[in-house]
């Protein structure tokens, strides 16, 4: 297993927009759907959104939904979740996960996915 690489986060005001990058293998873009989790302080880990590796199918926790999109480019091996819209309430530290399918990790079961490698995450603070 490799450690994915994430990126791309910062201090943004509410209603601003960051987008996130994951990168990983191509191995592992062709065999795993890719998740991104976020986690706040004192609080646990949530899935926040999952892409399908076998047919790009994408999907999102009700939380973000309509306000964050992702996205994969296989010609640089990288994942993205656009965020829009954002609220303080976004303000965690975002990883991301090779899955196998993208069942029972997003919302409060991304708090039971077991993954034993994962990056350093990238810090979205969202304040005004």
């Known amino acids: 297993q490799e450690h994915l690489v994430e990126s791309g986060g910062g201090l943004v005001q509410p209603g601003g927009s960051l987008r996130l990058s994951c990168a990983a293998s191509?191995?592992?873009?062709?065999?795993?759907?890719i998740t991104w989790f976020r986690q706040a302080p004192g609080k646990e880990r949530e899935g926040v959104s999952c892409?399908?590796?076998?047919?790009?199918?994408?999907y999102y926790a009700d939380s973000v939904k309509d306000r964050f999109t992702i996205s994969r480019d296989n010609t640089k091996n990288t994942v993205y979740l656009q965020m829009n819209s954002l609220k303080p309430e976004d303000t965690a530290v975002y990883y991301c996960?090779?899955?196998?399918?993208?069942?029972?990790?997003?919302?409060?079961?991304?708090?039971?996915?077991?993954?034993?490698?994962w990056g350093q995450g990238t810090q979205v603070t969202v304040s005004s």
């Open positions: 996960a090779p899955v196998a399918i993208c069942r029972g990790v997003l919302g409060p079961d991304g708090a039971q996915f077991k993954y034993h490698y």
């Open positions: 892409i399908s590796s076998s047919d790009g199918n994408t």
């Open positions: 191509a191995a592992t873009l062709r065999y795993y759907g």
